[in-house]
């Protein structure tokens, strides 16, 4: 097998979009990977050397994190950062592909399973965010106020890189130099805090049961039983809502499965990538 593997960033939708490739010439199945809120590709570097041997892979920054745009013209709303994503797949010429979305990026990738049935074969969610309501009036009113920029700078450097860590991770003694310099590095300009009111603005709820209903995709969701960010109450909701879906819960494990437990998510990943036929499953289905 030739691998080949690249970095760059495309303008998607009007905005620079950040995104890593990595092609498995042998294999006829792509991921799209979706991180969460806060984060960036950065947070899959212990899956994408399990997944880049079987797939084909690519990695997406989420407008505005990571080194994707930060623009103010952009629309920082959940369907267009799907929308986003599909136009970027679309470029590359890649037509039918799976989606992976880890806490915020889940729920971008329940939008592209609902919006776009055409291009999104399968969905794995990763500790997926759901249910969550539209930021309150008074807050979007408040995102108008110059320099409220710095007040979400202010209130993101108080509660600090590692114990925000400590909240998402089961096991403290995991986190090192490394990971809260990697967790850290997107911060270092005001832009990313200008783009983040921007998003106050822009986020619309989360998709409501109805329309989660609507979704016909085969959907794999692994949950971190002590998930204290998203609780697997939330994951056990959306197996109710998302007919086709099957949940698994992994054992003294936090909200960051892609970096707790990659070996076990690509184990799962591939067990449910290579079903031959799409199963409909049952409560006796889930772990």
């Known amino acids: ?60 920054d989420l407008p505005p994190f990571g080194k994707s745009g930060k623009v103010s013209s952009y629309k920082y709303s959940y369907q267009n950062m799907a929308a986003t994503v599909v136009e970027l797949m679309k470029s590359l010429g890649i037509s039918k592909y799976n989606v992976v979305g880890h806490s915020m990026g889940g729920q971008i990738a329940l939008n592209i399973l609902l919006h776009y049935p055409d291009y999104a074969k399968k969905g794995i969610l990763l500790c997926s965010s759901g249910y969550l309501k539209k930021a309150k009036f008074p807050l979007v009113l408040t995102s108008y106020i110059p320099y409220f920029h ?34 850290l590095s997107p911060f270092f ?24 209903k609507n979704i016909d995709a085969p959907c794999l969701m692994i949950w971190g039983e002590h998930d204290k960010v998203v609780p697997v109450s939330v994951g056990r909701r959306l197996k109710k809502d998302l007919k086709n879906s099957k949940l698994v819960i992994l054992k003294e494990t936090g909200h960051l499965v892609p970096e707790e437990r990659p070996e076990d998510v690509h184990q799962l990943i591939n067990q449910f990538i290579d079903a031959e036929e799409r199963v409909e499953v049952t409560a006796n289905g889930s772990r």
């Open 1 to 60: 097998m030739e691998d080949v593997t690249f970095s760059r960033n495309k303008t998607i939708n009007g905005i620079d979009l950040y995104y890593e490739h990595y092609v498995h010439t042998a294999s006829d199945e792509t991921l799209v990977l979706l991180h969460g809120f806060l984060s960036s590709t950065f947070s899959f570097r212990h899956l994408i050397p399990l997944l880049k041997e079987d797939y084909n892979v690519i990695s997406v």
């Open 150 to 183: 710095l007040y979400v700078k202010f209130h993101l450097a108080k509660s600090g890189v590692k114990q925000n860590l400590k909240n998402v991770v089961y096991d403290h003694s995991m986190i090192n130099d490394e990971m809260l310099y990697g967790y």
């Open 189 to 212: 300009e005001d832009d990313i805090f200008k783009a983040l009111t921007m998003m106050i603005r822009h986020r619309e709820g989360d998709l409501t049961s109805e329309e989660l």
